[in-house]
């Protein structure tokens, strides 16, 4: 009834996937280009059965300049989740709204155009604060936000922290003279 | 992407027209930050026409800490007095997860008594945070006593956690390797005669709140969740099994020790109950009943040995590169960790999937508009809403 | 109409133009205690009806739950929640605080009528505690209203909670606890300290 070979397949053929790596046996990633997303998802939802969408994540690749999208989900009856990912420019995030596939796609994509700064056109109450109020910084979530220094100059930190390193802590002040710490 | 590039995509209204405030037929109403029986803040704004909720938006983020990206900032061992504290009720299910997660990433393996503590903990921890949630259930319909039953009963199963890990609310017990420590001399007595007393109380409170007829009028068709709204809305959990989708994560895919135990999922049609917040208090309240069990269950068939397998230094501990996605039946239904490594001592991206992202956004607002605004509180409580996970 | 405008009053910039008649613009002012036998009387009330607030702000609000049971029983020393700031006088931060909740803890503490205490709640009140470092959540609270006491833990145990609730009744009782009066005579570090951290701010500068 399901076999992965054959979705591998299918997917490099209709919409030009590099293929199903398998972390476990019941965990496997793929990966499409950004324009193609919208129909995958469709395609595996409809008809390989891939119906719950579990979660709308991204991970900021700022070596590459690029951010990492990923769409999870899951097939109940074969018990297995494929995550499909796909990479859209760091510097000009746009991707496709989905939000008629399922209906949290929609909260999903608020988070992440708040997070990330990934604009989503046409995604309804994307343009509104979804967890932070009158934020006017760059998206916190990116790799290159520094929320140390952020907090220190905007929240007043109460001296006497001195080092936030267990490491060091315990190589200097509670086992000094321990070259394993 | 300019203001004008917008006009281009016109927003989806989803069917709904906007109301005329002016009009003087319809009234905004923001109720929130606080209310009866969740624990945690979140803002409903409604609009009201006369005692009928008309339509409902929710605002949610009073209580985001950023715990991603603090967590990218920590090394992988210092993640974990902070992941529990992402589900306050029961913040087990994020200890075991993360270190689910992490053991899998580097190869680590676990002896087979710490997956049987581990399972009895969780266990231990849904039961806690069923009895906080039926307090709020009936609280929110104006019950109070039946929560100061159940949340005095929640304090003896806090003792007993305090006992086992010295932590009532967090206890940072189950680690990477295993868990902290074994059980102290005499604890399975312990929790032996409290769920014997948290049974009783129980019986009590099924007595109370399902024959009282304030409580069937009010809760009986609030909420109606039909099977085809299930994978439209991404539900799980109780509220899907109540609505008679046969799902169980502990079941369906068993993690830990659940496939040798001996229990079969609760449905709603199994009880013969409908799929409204009275067929869901009703199934809630049998998965404690089925909880108590599994926890004897385990108690009676836990293999002695180690309870823990030390990892490397943990202050220098990399992870080898790779990614991964666990999840495992929480209270409120499938609960999810995408952990991806770089290969460093710090994780590259933790992305913690809460139940009630689905449930208490895009399914509270289809399901507010036409309840009374006086249930808008039962309603989010039946979908067991708990905010700190939608925005984390 | 003219209205008499006292030297001191606020201007309530952030409202839209048309509104600003309709809300408060005169400043918070600090009430001298009463001197001798009557203080002692007041203060001896306000220690034994401490009506907190029912907002759990933060993880804090978990162990608040178990205070009105019969097992831990907060009723016996007088403390009771209530739904609305107009009728509490102690308010229990419970625990971090993040710009969103902050900007209605301001606007809820500033409703209280005095004489109002705030409670910070475990050891994210005092220096940030576990989310220190983040990017929502604010250090130091006693920045941004007036702390009486401080519970430090993590979180605390409900006899920890009554333990702060009987020390902040003692300083009720010798005088000490004037956080309202603090506010008052500082409102405007105050408020500049709220202000640089809550952006979207459309209320009235003081919410009385």
């Known amino acids: 009834m399901h076999d992965i070979r054959d979705l591998e397949k299918e997917l490099k053929r209709r919409y030009g996937a590099d293929g199903i790596q398998s972390n476990r046996d019941d965990l496997a990633f793929t990966a499409v280009k950004p324009h193609a997303v919208g ?58 709204s989905l939000h008629g596939h399922w209906a949290a796609v929609a909260t999903y994509q608020r988070e992440l155009r708040e997070m990330f700064g990934i604009d989503f056109p046409g995604c309804p109450r994307v343009d509104e604060d979804f967890a932070l109020e009158g934020w006017d910084e760059m998206p916190p979530m990116r790799r290159d936000f520094d929320t140390r220094a952020y907090s220190e100059r905007t929240y007043f930190p109460r001296p006497g922290r001195t080092t936030s390193d267990p490491a060091e802590h315990m190589r200097t002040k509670q086992y000094p003279g321990r070259a394993d710490l | 992407m300019t203001t004008k590039d917008r006009e281009k995509y016109p927003v989806h209204v989803g ?127 104006g019950m109070g006593t039946i929560g100061q039953w159940t949340v005095t009963m929640r304090d003896f199963m806090l003792d007993l956690f305090e006992e086992l890990s010295g932590g009532r609310i967090y206890h940072m017990y189950i680690v990477p390797g295993g868990v902290r420590g074994d059980v102290p001399q005499g604890w399975f007595d312990r929790v032996w005669s409290t769920l014997t007393t948290v049974e009783s109380v129980l019986d009590d409170v099924e007595l109370v709140l399902f024959n009282n007829a304030v409580f069937k009028k009010r809760a009986g068709g609030l909420g109606v969740i039909d099977p085809d709204m299930v994978d439209r809305f991404g539900i799980t959990g109780p509220n899907a099994r109540a609505a008679g989708v046969r799902r169980d994560l502990r079941i369906d895919r068993p993690y830990l020790v659940y496939d040798e135990l001996d229990f079969s999922i609760v449905t709603g049609d199994g009880l013969g109950v409908e799929s409204d917040a009275y067929g869901r208090t009703k199934c809630r309240v049998a998965e ?25 230094n943990v202050l220098h501990w990399k992870i080898p590169p790779g990614e991964t996605y666990l999840s495992a039946e929480c209270t409120r239904g499938e609960y999810g960790y995408y952990v991806v490594s770089d290969g460093s001592d710090k994780p590259r991206r933790i992305y913690v999937r809460g139940p009630s992202y689905t449930h208490a956004v895009a399914l509270l607002e289809h399901m507010g508009p036409g309840t009374n605004i006086a249930d808008t509180a039962g309603l989010m409580v039946s979908l067991h809403t708990y905010p700190p996970e939608i925005e984390r | ?200 701010w459309n209320m009235p500068d003081y919410n009385w």
Not at chain 3, 147 to 167: F, N, Q, S, W
Request: aromatic residues 10%; contains cysteine; glycine residues 8%.
């Open chain 1, 39 to 96: 129909d995958a998802l469709a395609y595996l939802r409809d008809h390989w059965r891939y119906v719950h969408l579990d979660f709308i994540t991204c991970v900021d690749l700022i070596e590459e300049g690029r951010l990492e999208l990923v769409y999870m989900l899951r097939n109940h009856d074969a018990k297995h989740d494929l995550g499909v990912k796909t990479r859209i420019d760091r510097n000009r995030p746009v991707m496709e």
């Open chain 2, 15 to 141: 069917g709904t027209e906007p109301f005329d405030l002016e009009s003087g037929r319809y009234m905004k109403v923001w109720q929130g930050p606080q209310h009866p029986g969740i624990t945690g803040n979140m803002s409903l704004e409604l609009i009201t026409s006369g005692d009928e909720v008309v339509d409902l938006k929710t605002h949610v983020g009073y209580l985001h800490r950023g715990f991603e990206k603090l967590m990218e900032r920590r090394k992988w061992i210092q993640n974990f007095p902070l992941v529990c504290r992402i589900c306050v009720p029961e913040p087990d299910f994020n200890e075991y997860l993360y270190a689910a997660a992490v053991e899998e990433l580097s190869g680590l393996t676990v002896p087979e008594r710490a997956n049987w503590l581990r399972a009895m903990n969780l266990e231990m921890a849904r039961l806690t945070s069923y009895l906080m949630w039926l307090g709020g259930q009936a609280g929110a319909f």
């Open chain 2, 288 to 312: 404690m009943r089925q909880s108590i069990d599994l926890i004897r269950q385990m108690m009676d068939r836990m293999p002695e040995g180690p309870v823990h397998e030390a990892p490397p």
């Open chain 3, 1 to 200: 109409m003219s209205e008499t405008k006292h030297a001191n009053t606020l201007a309530n910039l952030d409202l839209p133009e048309g509104e600003r008649r309709y809300f408060c613009d005169a400043r918070p002012e600090a009430v001298e205690p009463v001197k001798g036998i009557w203080e002692k009387f007041l203060n001896w009330a306000r220690a034994n009806s401490l009506w907190i607030l029912g907002f759990g702000t933060g993880c804090g609000a978990i162990e608040l739950r178990p205070l009105m049971t019969s097992r831990f029983d907060m009723y016996r020393f007088g403390v009771q929640p209530r739904p609305t700031p107009r009728q509490s006088g102690l308010f229990i931060i419970g625990g971090y605080a993040s710009v969103k909740t902050m900007k209605r803890i301001v606007r809820s503490y500033e409703q209280m009528q005095g004489p109002k205490f705030v409670l910070g709640l475990g050891s994210c009140t005092v220096n940030g505690g576990m989310y220190w470092d983040s990017y929502n959540t604010v250090n130091r609270l006693d920045h941004y209203i007036p702390v009486d006491v401080y519970i430090a833990g993590c979180m605390p145990r409900p006899e920890a909670l009554l333990a702060g609730i009987k020390t902040l009744q003692k300083r009720i009782l010798s005088g000490e606890a004037e956080g309202q009066n603090e506010y008052a005579r500082n409102f405007d570090w105050y408020k500049a300290n709220q202000k640089s951290i809550i952006k979207d």
